[in-house]
């Protein structure tokens, strides 16, 4: 997976899948490179600083880049904590 | 801001380069959109291109579409091709199929990263001939079939929507199923030889919607370059990015390292520099006049009052160049009927704009003007070089139906 920095954030790209996204703002940038620094999405989305009015759509954000198989989860935090990677 | 408004005001790199490797090719089909046929022999050498995949991977342009002419007749192109996957630039091409032949075919399966697209105008070969040339039907049907037979997965159909070929999207998707391929359609466009057929060939207004509808109600797994949005007017918006990505988000790189706006615009009006210019493709693309200007917020022009605007953007900037309607006004198949009264009202004295680039075999030998040459004097006719025996297609002089 490479990202690219773009003005609006970023354009991610897993060379697997060859499925091309966008992190639409900085913060998601943050939350998406931030993701192995945490133990989940929601310590990732906390520690870039989220506005918690805006967590739900970073969490279908997070959900979309998954389905994609652009992100995965950690299988041992995923199913300790059940949350959706 | 929408995402789509800030690819309005262009990206670090682009997402979608097309690379035409050569003007060289087997075939001559009818509309063409570079009017391919001989190969230049200022082509970039194979160094040169693999300089170019260099940039490219530094810029992060994570694929590109390969094109021409007919790459794979470049005898480099397997090497190229190598090299780009190896240094991370995935690489898509198109192509007739003419060298894909059981060998190539296995090789292809065997590399990963690489997307196979093989150009067909017509669900059978009277209509796919009429327009690629005789033999270039079977010549495809035989590319897919040795695809299939080495475990080649999912490539790519690649149809120019026609007049003659609309009504033939179901049996295009049954070949596509049959061969394990993903449907490919795109929008023919008045560039290359393209402009001397346009009028024949173009979709009739009752066809868009036609085409439309098929999209709407058919189009899932169906690609389409982003090159309908035009008809995104009707109604419900296509997937994709509804916008022209002219300069923005595409461009294109020709065989000599001329860099476009996008491949439909290969004219001097939309040349934005060349590779070979002192800080190559990475200046042209972020530093250069033509590209900055295109990124500037546009107004929408005569569109602007239209209640569609949002949903067509005005159409494609290249449709509109080279039959002769202004740039801010409609597309010349705005769904609403603007452009076919545009097209009416253009009078005896509108030019149209030609290409000078063309490397037809029927035209004379590298016809282009020097770009640097001062335009508004009749230049004296470029020199006209004889061919030479290899020069020649097997096809040199065989009529083309409709030609």
Redesign the interface.
């Known amino acids: 997976m490479a990202l690219r920095p773009e003005p609006f954030g970023a354009l991610v790209y897993h060379f697997g899948t060859r499925k091309l996204s966008f992190l639409k703002t900085p913060q998601l940038v943050d939350v998406v490179t931030g993701l192995e620094r945490h133990a989940d999405v929601h310590d990732a989305i906390e520690a870039a600083g989220v506005d918690l009015a805006q967590r739900p759509a970073y969490l279908r954000a997070l959900a979309g880049l998954a389905d994609a198989g652009t992100i995965e989860p950690r299988p041992t935090t995923a199913t300790q904590n059940g949350e959706p990677a | 801001?929408k995402?789509t408004e800030?690819f309005q005001?262009g990206?670090?790199?682009p997402?979608c380069l097309t690379w035409e490797l050569t003007y060289a090719c087997n075939l001559a089909c009818v509309h063409c959109l570079s009017s391919s046929g001989r190969r230049d022999p200022r082509e970039l050498t194979t160094d040169e291109a693999k300089r170019v995949v260099d940039e490219l991977q530094k810029m992060?342009v994570?694929?590109v579409n390969i094109g021409g002419g007919e790459p794979t007749v470049r005898p480099d192109f397997w090497e190229l091709l190598d090299y780009s996957i190896d240094h991370?630039v995935?690489v898509k091409f198109s192509t007739n199929g003419i060298k894909l032949d059981p060998a190539r075919a296995a090789q292809l399966a065997r590399t990963d990263?690489v997307d196979v697209q093989i150009s067909l105008d017509g669900a059978t070969a009277d209509v796919n001939d009429h327009v690629r040339g005789p033999g270039s039907y079977d010549t495809a049907m035989r590319a897919l079939e040795n695809l299939a037979s080495a475990g080649f997965q999912q490539p790519k159909i690649s149809v120019v929507m026609t007049r003659q070929n609309v009504d033939q999207l179901d049996e295009f998707k049954a070949i596509a199923d049959k061969f394990g391929a993903q449907l490919r359609i795109t929008r023919l466009r008045p560039s290359g030889r393209g402009a001397d057929v346009w009028d024949e060939l173009h979709p009739t207004a009752a066809q868009q919607r036609q085409l439309y509808d098929w999209l709407v109600a058919r189009g899932d797994g169906v690609l389409t370059g982003d090159s309908f949005f035009h008809l995104s007017a009707y109604g419900e918006a296509l997937p994709g990015l509804n916008l022209c990505g002219a300069g923005r988000v595409v461009c294109l790189i020709d065989p000599v390292g001329d860099v476009y706006a996008c491949p439909f615009a290969i004219h001097d009006n939309f040349l934005a520099g060349n590779v070979r210019d002192p800080g190559g493709f990475e200046r042209v693309w972020q530093a250069s006049e033509l590209f900055t200007e295109l990124r500037q917020p546009q107004t929408g022009g005569a569109c602007r009052s239209c209640g569609h605007y949002d949903a067509c953007q005005g159409g494609c900037m290249a449709a509109k160049f080279f039959t002769g309607l202004p740039l801010d006004g409609p597309d010349p198949e705005c769904v609403r009927g603007f452009g076919e009264q545009a097209l009416a009202a253009r009078s005896g004295e509108t030019t149209i704009p030609k290409s000078e680039v063309d490397h037809s075999r029927s035209a004379p030998r590298n016809s282009r003007v020097n770009k640097r040459a001062p335009v508004g004097l009749p230049l004296a006719p470029p020199p006209r070089r004889p061919d030479r025996a290899c020069d020649a297609s097997p096809l040199a002089g065989v009529p083309v139906a409709g030609s």
Do not use: V
Request: charged share 0%; no cysteine; aromatic share 28%.
């Open positions: 801001m995402l800030h005001y990206l670090n790199s997402i992060q994570f694929y991370n995935g990263y």
